[in-house]
């Protein structure tokens, strides 16, 4: 792999562990559509399933319906900053990646989710750029996200790397032809080899491309 010059960071399940968070909306919303509550081995499992059409996977609808956009938002935008943490380590790593490269976050969360989370954690500093899925016509596994983080931060496709924790960071980072690692600390459970199980490892297979 060729020395790279930005890295692009999935934020849920990569970044911040929102597992909490994530859960109890979705089954709030859930609830209040007369369905059970999922299990959050399954719902978590699945959020980042490529596979699957998720309002139908989580809903029963074939679209996401407004009643379930506004019980979701409401609830996330109340709750979400008491129920996030940092995976430990990320905040030293940041620091020490940031004086040799850039630093980006490509998330399928809203831009405006993702800006409130990242502020609340304090690192909002470390990165050049912040994109979210509602500033594309489509999201994650679509590359669109990185072909607009490419171009605004003048970066050429084999200068940088996407981190994340799901086959939608792996399928649009192929599709965009940039190289991608994939962490195991996230919602998908890779069997995989060659995913990366620690933060400590990522660390240092990321200072091998200054």
């Known amino acids: 792999m060729q020395k790279k010059k930005l890295i692009i960071f999935d934020m ?3 970044l911040i562990d929102s597992g909490d968070a994530i859960y109890n909306t979705i089954n ?10 999922m299990s959050k081995d ?12 998720s309002s139908e996977f989580f809903y029963g609808t074939k679209t996401f319906t407004e009643e379930q956009t506004i019980l979701f938002t409401n609830y996330y935008n109340e709750n979400c900053l008491n129920e996030i943490v940092l995976y430990d380590g990320i905040k030293d790593m940041l ?8 630093l980006s976050v ?31 016509k489509k999201p994650k596994p679509d590359p669109q996200m990185i072909y607009d983080t ?3 931060l003048k970066i050429k496709n084999n200068e940088a790397i996407l981190i994340g924790d799901s086959h939608k960071d792996l399928r649009a980072s192929n599709q965009a032809k940039i190289d991608c690692l994939l962490v195991n600390w996230g919602f ?3 069997l995989d080899e060659g995913i990366i199980d620690t933060i400590d490892t990522l660390h240092q297979r990321l200072l091998i491309l200054k």
């Not at 709030?28 to 509550?37: E, Q, W, Y």
């Not at 399954?42 to 059409?53: K, R, S, V």
């Not at 620091?95 to 850039?102: G, Y």
């Open 28 to 37: 709030h919303v859930r609830n209040n559509i007369g369905l059970d509550s």
């Open 42 to 53: 399954i719902l978590l499992t699945n959020m980042n399933n490529p596979d699957i059409n």
């Open 150 to 152: 490419l171009e605004k």
């Open 188 to 190: 998908t459970n890779h």
């Open 95 to 102: 620091n020490s990646l940031e004086k040799h490269f850039k």
């Open 106 to 136: 490509a998330t399928n969360a809203s831009y405006e989710f993702a800006t409130k989370m990242i502020k609340h954690l304090n690192i909002e500093k470390h990165f050049d750029m912040i994109i979210g899925a509602n500033n594309v």
């Open 12 to 14: 849920d399940g990569t």
